[in-house]
C-alpha cells in the first residue's frame, strides 16, 4: 500500500505567524491528497483537498502545494489564529478498479500561541 | 443526513471480552474504511470495504480482529479476545467510492480494556 510520512509532529507558532506541515507519498499513483483538521476529541474533518491535476490550491488562510515530481505536498496556513490549533493530517490516495483508499500521514500537532 | 453514525460511543471492557463496534456510514456511499487511532502510531487504516466486500485488510493487527459489512448500511469491528494493547479510538469513515472523493469520519469509538 501506500506510506505516507509527514513533518514535523509537533510544532508551535506565536499567533499571526504562518505554518507548514510538510508530506511525502510513495505510490506515484496517488492522485487525491486531503488535509483534515481533528480538534481534541473530535473526528478529523477536511479542510482542504488536491487533485493530482493542480499545483496549488487556496481556500482563504490556508493553502496546499503539490510537487508530483517530488511526491511532495504541503498545508500552509497564514496568519495563524489559537482556533488553528489542532491536530493535522495529510492523506494520499488512489483509486484503484474498486474505489478509493486512504493513507494518513502520522498527524502534526499544531499549537497556536496567543 | 446525521454523516457517519459509530456505536458506542465509548467502551470499557475487561481483558478477553468480545468487543463489537458498530459503523452506518452515509446512505449512498459505496466505500467503508475502519482506522484505529492512538498516539503512537496515528491514523491506522485496518481494514476497507468497496461495495460491502473487504478489498484490503492487510491492516487487521492479528486474527482476534475481524470486520463485516453485511449490507450497505452496516458494518462491524469485532475484537476477541480483547487486550489492554488494542486500547484505541476506532473511527469508522465512508467516502462516495467512486472517482476522488473525501472520506467522511464518524465520531469515534473510544474503547479502553482493563
Known amino acids: 500500500g501506500e506510506n505516507v510520512e509527514q513533518h514535523p509532529s509537533t510544532l508551535s507558532v506565536q499567533e499571526g505567524d504562518s505554518a507548514v506541515i510538510k508530506c511525502t507519498y510513495s505510490d506515484s499513483a496517488s492522485n487525491y491528497f486531503p488535509w483534515y483538521k481533528q480538534e481534541l476529541g473530535k473526528r478529523p474533518q477536511l479542510i482542504i483537498d488536491i487533485r493530482s491535476n493542480v499545483g496549488e490550491k487556496k481556500d482563504q488562510r490556508i493553502a496546499v502545494t503539490l510537487n508530483k515530481t517530488a511526491k511532495h505536498f504541503s498545508l500552509h496556513i497564514t496568519e495563524t489564529q489559537p482556533e488553528d490549533s489542532a491536530v493535522y493530517f495529510c492523506?494520499?490516495?488512489?483509486?484503484?478498479?474498486?474505489?478509493?483508499?486512504?493513507?494518513f500521514g502520522t498527524g502534526t500537532s499544531l499549537t497556536v500561541i496567543p | 443526513d446525521a454523516g457517519v453514525i459509530q456505536s458506542p460511543r465509548h467502551e470499557v471492557t475487561e481483558m478477553g471480552q468480545e468487543v463489537t463496534l458498530r459503523c452506518k456510514p452515509i446512505?449512498?456511499?459505496?466505500?467503508l474504511f475502519w482506522y484505529r487511532q492512538t498516539m503512537m502510531r496515528g491514523l491506522e487504516l485496518l481494514i476497507y470495504f468497496n461495495n460491502n466486500v473487504p478489498i484490503d485488510d492487510s491492516g487487521m493487527p492479528e486474527d482476534r480482529f475481524s470486520a463485516k459489512m453485511p449490507n450497505a448500511s452496516f458494518s462491524t469491528l469485532k475484537i476477541q479476545p480483547s487486550e489492554p494493547r488494542d486500547s484505541a479510538v476506532y473511527f469508522c469513515?465512508?467516502?462516495?467510492?467512486?472517482?476522488?472523493?473525501?472520506?467522511?469520519f464518524g465520531q469515534g469509538t473510544r474503547l479502553t480494556v482493563v
Open positions: 492523506a494520499a490516495s488512489f483509486p484503484p478498479n474498486t474505489g478509493n483508499q486512504f493513507y
Open positions: 446512505s449512498g456511499h459505496n466505500s
Open positions: 469513515a465512508s467516502s462516495l467510492g467512486t472517482g476522488i472523493t473525501e472520506a467522511f
